[in-house]
């Protein structure tokens, strides 16, 4: 076996997009405290009949049809914005995708570092059984209130990935740092449809969180700053990453340029925060990019407030980019529909999710799966095709 990694990766993200200069225009608010101030420029919005299920299978689907389902054992599904609360999102997820039913299921939380701790939980599973793989779901609707300081670092996307030995696309280095502090930066009752944030905690917290993993990935033998080519941060908003870095290149004692960002932030900036998926969609961003990235080592920073961080490094496998599927994310981003400030807002009030009381959705999506509504309580989803 030559390593455990990422052997597939594919992306979804919401039927709906809102210019960020529309909600400046509405607000108020000078657009360049958006694009520039904190690095975003539009923001998807699922269609009434989406959610963190359908963005997931939307995702996990290319994955399947390149790969099969043979030996997927293990379906770990990362989320901030789960639509139950006792049942994993992913067995829904399962039953769409037609997943064999030997098979163990689970939603992992903590707030936007989930999916990382799927990708660690998996190459362990693998490690003691090199013919499974493990299909890793990142998928999230980051919704704050309307008015709120977080209302512009909204958005929605999903990253699906399958973990396995001999990896197409990524090998996953042993050695991480982990951090873990209790910290309230952000986070959501139970009864709250939308998450509470003290942005500039969020930002300091994280910084923290960042030195934290930092010194611990060194302190277990990780390499240095030098010796790694790219880095992937988690972005609630790409100008945070642009702060991480400049952070660590201090901490560590190598300089870094906010140019290196500037790849890893182009579906991020169109994308808005997905929460758990965002870290991934910088690592989508930087492998469809024009530059070749054999034998490269990116460095990884997860980070969910509350807070847990991790670090971590991947090496870039030759012949990967035979596993991407360039051109699928811009194509799937031009391809939203735009809504208007005035419907962007009354979609908002209307998804709030959980709701019990029965109801049907109208058929919206373009995507390959629907959410159809609910019956006798139960969230009902069906195949779009
Ligand atoms: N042109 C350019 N930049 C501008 C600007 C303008 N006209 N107006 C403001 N800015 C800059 C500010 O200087 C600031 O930059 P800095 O952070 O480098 O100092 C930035 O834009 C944001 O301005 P600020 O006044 O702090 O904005 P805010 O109070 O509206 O809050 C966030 C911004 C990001 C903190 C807020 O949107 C938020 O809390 N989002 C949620 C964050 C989150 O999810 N955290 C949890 C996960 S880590």
């Given at each position: 076996?030559?390593?455990?990694?990422i052997?597939?990766?594919?992306?979804?993200?919401?039927?709906?997009?809102?210019?960020l200069?529309?909600?400046?225009e509405?607000?108020?608010?000078?657009?360049?405290?958006?694009?520039?101030?904190?690095?975003?420029?539009?923001?998807?919005?699922?269609?009434?009949?989406?959610?963190?299920?359908?963005?997931?299978?939307?995702?996990?689907?290319?994955?399947?049809?390149?790969?099969?389902?043979?030996?997927?054992r293990?379906?770990?599904?990362?989320?901030?914005?789960?639509?139950?609360?006792?049942?994993?999102?992913?067995?829904?997820?399962?039953?769409?995708?037609?997943?064999?039913?030997?098979?163990?299921?689970?939603?992992?939380?903590?707030?936007?570092?989930?999916?990382?701790?799927?990708?660690?939980?998996?190459?362990?599973?693998?490690?003691?059984?090199?013919?499974?793989?493990?299909?890793?779901?990142?998928?999230?609707?980051?919704?704050?209130?309307l008015?709120?300081?977080?209302?512009?670092?909204?958005?929605?996307?999903?990253?699906?990935?399958?973990?396995?030995?001999?990896?197409?696309?990524?090998?996953?280095?042993?050695?991480t740092?982990?951090?873990?502090?209790?910290?309230?930066?952000?986070?959501r009752?139970?009864?709250?449809?939308?998450?509470?944030?003290?942005?500039?905690?969020?930002?300091?917290?994280y910084?923290?969180?960042?030195?934290?993993?930092?010194?611990?990935?060194?302190?277990?033998?990780?390499?240095?700053?030098?010796?790694?080519?790219?880095?992937?941060?988690?972005?609630p908003?790409?100008?945070?990453?642009?702060?991480?870095?400049?952070?660590?290149?201090?901490?560590?004692?190598?300089?870094?340029?906010?140019?290196?960002?500037?790849?890893?932030?182009?579906?991020?900036?169109?994308?808005?925060?997905?929460?758990?998926?965002?870290?991934?969609?910088?690592?989508?961003?930087?492998?469809?990019?024009?530059?070749?990235?054999?034998?490269?080592?990116?460095?990884?920073?997860?980070?969910?407030?509350?807070?847990?961080?991790?670090?971590?490094?991947?090496?870039?496998?030759?012949?990967?980019?035979?596993?991407?599927?360039?051109?699928?994310?811009?194509?799937?981003?031009?391809a939203?529909?735009?809504?208007?400030?005035?419907?962007?807002?009354?979609?908002?009030v209307?998804?709030?999710?959980?709701?019990?009381?029965?109801?049907?959705?109208?058929?919206?999506?373009?995507?390959?799966?629907?959410?159809?509504?609910?019956?006798?309580?139960?969230?009902?989803?069906?195949?779009?095709?």
């Amino acid at each position: 076996m030559s390593g455990i990694g990422i052997h597939d990766l594919s992306v979804a993200t919401g039927h709906h997009v809102l210019d960020l200069a529309l909600m400046a225009e509405h607000l108020g608010i000078d657009p360049a405290k958006y694009h520039v101030g904190i690095g975003q420029d539009e923001m998807s919005i699922p269609a009434p009949d989406e959610d963190v299920v359908t963005m997931a299978a939307a995702a996990a689907l290319p994955i399947l049809e390149r790969h099969g389902t043979d030996g997927i054992r293990t379906v770990l599904f990362a989320t901030e914005s789960g639509i139950d609360q006792s049942k994993s999102a992913g067995l829904f997820v399962h039953q769409l995708l037609e997943l064999p039913s030997a098979c163990r299921v689970l939603e992992l939380k903590q707030a936007c570092y989930s999916a990382t701790a799927g990708i660690q939980l998996a190459t362990g599973l693998v490690q003691r059984h090199p013919e499974e793989r493990v299909l890793v779901i990142a998928s999230d609707v980051a919704r704050y209130a309307l008015g709120s300081s977080g209302e512009p670092t909204q958005g929605a996307g999903a990253v699906a990935m399958l973990i396995g030995a001999d990896p197409a696309i990524l090998e996953v280095e042993s050695v991480t740092g982990v951090h873990a502090t209790d910290v309230d930066d952000f986070w959501r009752p139970n009864d709250h449809d939308t998450a509470l944030v003290d942005g500039r905690l969020s930002i300091t917290a994280y910084l923290t969180s960042l030195r934290g993993a930092w010194d611990d990935f060194r302190a277990h033998g990780g390499v240095g700053l030098e010796d790694i080519d790219h880095v992937c941060y988690h972005q609630p908003f790409s100008k945070m990453a642009v702060k991480a870095h400049a952070q660590l290149g201090r901490h560590a004692g190598t300089p870094t340029s906010a140019e290196d960002l500037e790849i890893p932030a182009r579906y991020n900036r169109r994308i808005g925060n997905s929460y758990s998926a965002s870290l991934y969609l910088a690592l989508a961003a930087l492998l469809d990019s024009d530059q070749d990235l054999a034998g490269r080592r990116i460095g990884f920073f997860s980070y969910g407030s509350g807070s847990v961080g991790e670090f971590f490094t991947a090496r870039v496998a030759a012949g990967y980019r035979s596993s991407l599927r360039p051109g699928s994310v811009p194509a799937a981003l031009d391809a939203r529909a735009p809504l208007d400030f005035a419907a962007y807002r009354d979609l908002h009030v209307a998804a709030a999710p959980g709701s019990s009381t029965d109801r049907a959705t109208e058929s919206v999506t373009n995507g390959p799966f629907r959410f159809a509504g609910v019956r006798g309580a139960v969230r009902r989803y069906e195949p779009t095709r």
